[in-house]
């Protein structure tokens, strides 16, 4: 597995430190509220799981799980909710929590979508901004990291939903999506 990987963008301890330090801007910027922290499955489930642990306030998790990627490594445009949020969304400080802002179309759609519950309030973390050259349809509230346009795997990234387990994040060797 690590055999198909270009390079270490991001090594597990470098996530840690960006992850805890975005935990505690969040426990300090909902203080005295109880979120609801929406994580986008599969992708995000890492960092969800990471970052949960250092925000340190009470609050309620859930999984949402949409799809518009499929089994390649470009973005269809399509978005599919293959499960919806179970908690009570109307009234509450909701916070989305992604693994990558690409084109942010999938993230536009989910939004629009949430937003039609009613939140008191819906912002969102990433834990990659990926830094295409243009203006995206949405912006995210809080991002670990600022990458390059490659295609990334590990922490939770997917590459055919492989390297998943990968511990850091890295940069996938080309001739492994490019045929
Ligand atoms: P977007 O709609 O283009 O922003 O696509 C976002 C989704 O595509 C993310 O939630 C990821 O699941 C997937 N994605 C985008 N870029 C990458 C990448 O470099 N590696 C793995 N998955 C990616
Ligand atoms: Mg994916």
Partial sequence: M????????YSGEKIAEAVKKLGEQITREYKGKVPVLLCVL????????????????????????AKSYGMSSQTSGKLRILKEPDVEI????????EDILDTAVTLSALLHTLSEKQPASLKVAVFL?????????VNADYTC???????????GLDYAERYRNLPYV???KRDIYQN
């Fill in 2 to 9: 690590e055999h198909d990987i270009e390079k270490v963008l």
């Fill in 42 to 65: 599969k992708g995000a489930s890492l960092f969800f799981a990471d970052l949960i642990r250092e925000i340190k306030l009470q609050c309620e998790v859930d999984f949402i799980i």
């Fill in 90 to 97: 109307a009234g509450r400080d909701v916070i989305v929590v």
């Fill in 129 to 137: 901004d990926k830094n295409l050259g243009y203006k995206k349809p």
């Fill in 145 to 155: 990291f600022i990458s390059e346009n490659e295609f990334l795997v590990g922490y």
């Fill in 170 to 172: 890295g940069v996938l």
